[in-house]
């Protein structure tokens, strides 16, 4: 098992940015995939972005293709979602999760571990 610890939500108008951080402790982070996914009010949890280990294959939601970047510090033991031109529509709790072997998925039930989430509110 893996603990996940996700900092840096907040609240940021249209158009600005954020950085999603989320640790991990207590197993070999580099024999990890990771994900990123989100619930909004009212709505089921999405994928958004997931990240190989050691981390040369990402995919991304279409909805934020080309606005989100996923990276991750196998050193430090942490993934980072770099968020931009974010809009009113990415408001959300933000969660991380782990999946104990390399590859990564979009498929929520194949994450293994969570973090408590982090929120994200994108204001108009």
């Known amino acids: 098992q893996v603990q996940l610890v996700e900092s840096g939500g907040g609240l940021v108008q249209a158009g600005g940015s954020l950085r999603l951080s989320c640790a991990a402790a207590g197993r070999t982070f580099s024999n990890y995939a990771m994900g990123w996914f989100r619930q909004a009010p009212g709505k089921e949890r999405e994928f958004v972005a997931a990240?190989?280990?050691?981390?040369?294959?990402?995919f991304y939601a279409d909805s934020v293709k080309g606005r989100f970047t996923l990276s991750r510090d196998n050193f430090k033991n942490t993934v980072y979602l770099e968020m931009n031109s974010l809009k009113p529509k990415d408001t959300a709790v933000y969660y991380c999760?782990?999946?104990?072997?390399?590859?990564?998925?979009?498929?929520?039930?194949?994450?293994?571990?969570w973090g408590q989430g982090t929120q994200v509110t994108v204001s108009s």
């Open positions: 999760a782990a999946r104990g072997v390399p590859f990564a998925t979009a498929t929520m039930a194949q994450y293994d571990d």
């Open positions: 990240i190989s280990c050691p981390g040369g294959n990402r």
